[in-house]
């Protein structure tokens, strides 16, 4: 079991930035990528970024490239999305996830519990 927890959520007006973070424990593996999704009120749960755990290789869907930076911290266990230039429509609740990797949803087997993140006009 991997267990996800996430933080920095918050509140910040329009072009504001936040940076959300995601400690993992338990039996993690270096193959493991680490991906953050996020659901919108009554939308699916889409992808942002995710990051090779060995290579650190990242990857963005379109919403996110040029105002999200995803890194991590090995011996931490940790990633950080750094989110910038923020649109109110970034509101949505922020996954974590860990798992074999890719864009999907199904790609990933351990999930955090989420955590806001609003941005007003």
């Known amino acids: 079991q991997v267990q996800l927890v996430e933080s920095g959520g918050g509140s910040v007006q329009a072009g504001g930035s936040l940076r959300l973070s995601c400690a993992a424990s338990g039996r993690t593996t270096s193959s493991y990528a680490m991906g953050w999704f996020r659901q919108a009120p009554g939308k699916e749960r889409e992808f942002v970024a995710s990051?090779?755990?060995?290579?650190?290789?990242?990857y963005y869907a379109d919403s996110a490239k040029g105002r999200f930076t995803l890194s991590r911290v090995a011996f931490r266990n940790t990633v950080y999305l750094q989110m910038d230039s923020l649109k109110p429509e970034d509101t949505a609740i922020y996954y974590c996830?860990?798992?074999?990797?890719?864009?999907?949803?199904?790609?990933?087997?351990?999930w955090g519990q989420g955590t806001q993140v609003t941005v007003s006009s």
């Open positions: 996830a860990a798992g074999p990797g890719g864009s999907q949803v199904g790609g990933y087997d351990y």
């Open positions: 990051i090779s755990w060995n290579a650190g290789r990242t």
